[in-house]
């Protein structure tokens, strides 16, 4: 059973920066790639970052190169989205995914568990 647990989101003003969590365990950290998707209210939903599980390597989506960065704490068993120069289309649900076991960051969506998401809203 795959855990995800997101926290740290929130209202933040354009330009602002908001650091989200998702708290899982060692067995998922070391054993799936993990990433984050968003979804906004009438937009086809987005995976924003992605971290593979065997050497640490990242994905990211243009809308985000250069101003998010995804990592994780293998002590922590935690994996982060640091968020910077936020604008008011980061605004969304933002969910910690997984994708398959043993797999690498996929071209398109995380295929496996979600956790239940967290809101980020920003706004002036």
């Known amino acids: 059973q795959v855990r995800l647990v997101e926290s740290g989101g929130g209202l933040v003003q354009p330009g602002g920066s908001l650091r989200l969590a998702c708290a899982t365990s060692?067995?998922?950290?070391?054993?799936?790639?993990i990433g984050w998707h968003r979804q906004a209210p009438g937009n086809q939903g987005e995976k924003v970052a992605c971290?593979?599980?065997?050497?640490?390597?990242?994905t990211y989506a243009n809308s985000v190169k250069g101003r998010f960065t995804i990592s994780r704490d293998t002590v922590k068993n935690t994996v982060y989205l640091e968020m910077n120069n936020l604008q008011v289309e980061d605004t969304g649900v933002y969910y910690c995914?997984?994708?398959?076991?043993?797999?690498?960051?996929?071209?398109?969506?995380?295929?496996?568990?979600w956790g239940p998401g967290i809101q980020v809203t920003v706004s002036s």
């Open positions: 060692k067995h998922t950290l070391e054993n799936y790639a």
């Open positions: 971290i593979n599980s065997y050497d640490g390597s990242t």
């Open positions: 995914a997984v994708g398959a076991l043993f797999g690498t960051c996929p071209a398109g969506p995380l295929r496996g568990e």
